[in-house]
């Protein structure tokens, strides 16, 4: 494994991990954000948490950092670049972020 894939496998690990926290947080009903969002597109907080927790739990499992056997897709980099991408519009703004550089350097 070279050194752009552990360091692209931390990344998404932290993002993912951050992504968990804000998911959690925006259930509960206290969401913080770091840079400027998209919106919630008229979907509650709870739906949006929620969302955020399973794009999540997909960037971890496709990652290789937890092991979730309905939720494995293999260290695919094209699935953890959407699953981050999902991630930043549903309102893991770092999160979202840490998983794209990640899968970018999945690529590389």
Do not use: E, T
């Amino acid at each position: 494994m070279s050194d752009l894939n552990k360091i692209g496998s931390l990344l998404v690990l932290i993002g993912g991990i951050i992504g968990l926290i804000q998911g959690i947080l925006m259930i509960i009903g206290s969401p913080f954000s770091i840079f400027p969002g998209l919106g919630d597109f008229g979907l509650g907080s709870l739906i949006s948490g929620i969302l955020l927790i399973l794009f999540s739990l997909v960037a971890l499992a496709s990652s290789g950092a937890i092991h979730l056997g309905s939720l494995n897709f293999g260290n695919n980099w094209i699935v953890i670049l959407v699953v981050g991408i999902l991630m930043y519009v549903f309102g893991s703004d770092l999160g979202g972020i840490l998983v794209i550089i990640g899968a970018i350097l999945f690529l590389l």
